[in-house]
């Protein structure tokens, strides 16, 4: 059974950092490129990052790119995301996913998500 299990979220101040983890189990991660989405209280799902098979390419939302730092440890199937200099409008539930293909003009289609991880940045 494939899951995806995202940990790590909390509570931070404005310009602090948080890890987000996405553990994977049923499958193992090394032939997939994974997303990380999210999604504000109120607003639709906006793509935040992704990385390809072996970890050496990586994109980035324009709102959190130089922030932001995705990657993956293929041993431990395991995703992560380190969020630093964290703002208010970073608030929101984080989600990984699988890509299960990837459309034209770059697009993901994903087939398995996490359940999510609540980010909330306030002081």
């Known amino acids: 059974q494939v899951q995806l299990v995202e940990s790590g979220g909390g509570l931070v101040q404005p310009g602090g950092s948080l890890t987000l983890s996405c553990a994977a189990s049923g499958f193992t991660i090394n032939s997939y490129y994974f997303s990380w989405v999210r999604q504000a209280p109120g607003k639709g799902p906006e793509w935040v990052s992704a990385?390809?098979?072996?970890?050496?390419?990586?994109w980035y939302a324009d709102s959190v790119k130089g922030r932001f730092t995705i990657s993956r440890d293929n041993a431990k199937n395991t995703l992560y995301l380190q969020m630093n200099s964290l703002e208010p409008e970073d608030t929101a539930l984080y989600y990984c996913?699988?890509?299960?293909?990837?459309?034209?003009?770059?697009?993901?289609?994903?087939?398995?998500w996490g359940q999510g991880t609540q980010v909330t940045v306030s002081s």
């Open positions: 996913a699988r890509i299960e293909r990837i459309g034209a003009g770059n697009s993901y289609e994903y087939d398995y």
């Open positions: 990385i390809d098979t072996g970890g050496r390419k990586t």
